[in-house]
């Protein structure tokens, strides 16, 4: 490759840019955190994801030529940032401790989303091209932000319960359960129709419980566990 073609305009795509949409509203969430906006940070967490899940389906429908693999890097590493380190940092910053060991359990956790999710994504990369199947192998990685969103605006966000499930769901990343990718048209539209509803300023709370935000917590929750039964 001559140098003259390694200027970015011969590599970035559309699909990229929506890549880096993903990846600027995870950094963005991790400075909510920092600040303790938290429902602001939740809120572009499940911004990130909305950008991940449309970046692939524009590369397609634009028949973009990724022989390099630009698209394939530039997401995965927009990915680290939104669904590893992100709400890594959420977790250790929303929850409020002074005891010192419950404090290096926080911090343990935390690191715990990242390792698992820098090991889930680097074997995507790995295998990706080598294996038939249309399925994730183990829990995709956007689904930990989406959990930890949901759950603290569903309003029970809870000390024990957020690090139980975190911690499981970076394991079951890194596992070999298949996981269908999500393509049932009704939930789709459910789902966007709870977001909107969680975005907009709509009177959703019933006895302190955000009824949309639970409701995306559930069906994310029974995406979660019902693929593990059946493993």
């Not at 920092?34 to 397609?60: K, T």
């Not at 390792?115 to 689904?143: A, K, M, Q, W």
């Not at 930890?148 to 309003?155: F, H, I």
């Not at 949309?212 to 559930?218: C, F, K």
Request: one cysteine or more; glycine letters at 4%.
């Amino acid at each position: 490759m001559k140098i003259e073609r390694t200027n970015i305009q011969s590599f970035i795509a559309i699909s990229d840019i929506i890549s880096l949409l993903n990846m600027s509203s995870g950094f963005l969430s991790i400075i909510c955190s920092i600040n303790n906006h938290f429902e602001l940070s939740a809120l572009l967490l499940i911004a990130a994801i909305i950008f991940d899940s449309i970046d692939g389906w524009v590369a397609r429908k634009l028949n973009r030529d990724d022989s390099l693999g630009f698209g394939k890097n530039i997401d995965s590493l927009s990915d680290i940032v939104s669904f590893g380190v992100a709400p890594a940092i959420f977790i250790y910053t929303s929850i409020n401790t002074t005891s010192m060991p419950m404090q290096i359990l926080v911090i343990l956790v935390s690191l715990l989303i990242v390792i698992c999710g820098v090991l889930r994504l680097t074997r995507y990369n790995v295998i990706s091209d080598h294996i038939e199947t249309s399925d994730f192998i183990g829990f995709p990685i956007p689904g930990i932000s989406f959990i930890v969103a949901t759950l603290y605006l569903s309003g029970l966000y809870n000390i024990y319960l957020t690090l139980l499930l975190v911690a499981l769901v970076s394991v079951l990343m890194i596992s070999n359960v298949k996981y269908p990718k999500f393509s049932n048209l009704p939930a789709i539209a459910i789902s966007c129709i709870l977001i909107i509803l969680i975005i907009l300023p709509v009177p959703t709370i019933l006895y302190g419980v955000n009824v949309p935000a639970l409701i995306l917590l559930l069906f994310c929750l029974y995406y979660l566990i019902i693929n593990l039964i059946k493993k």
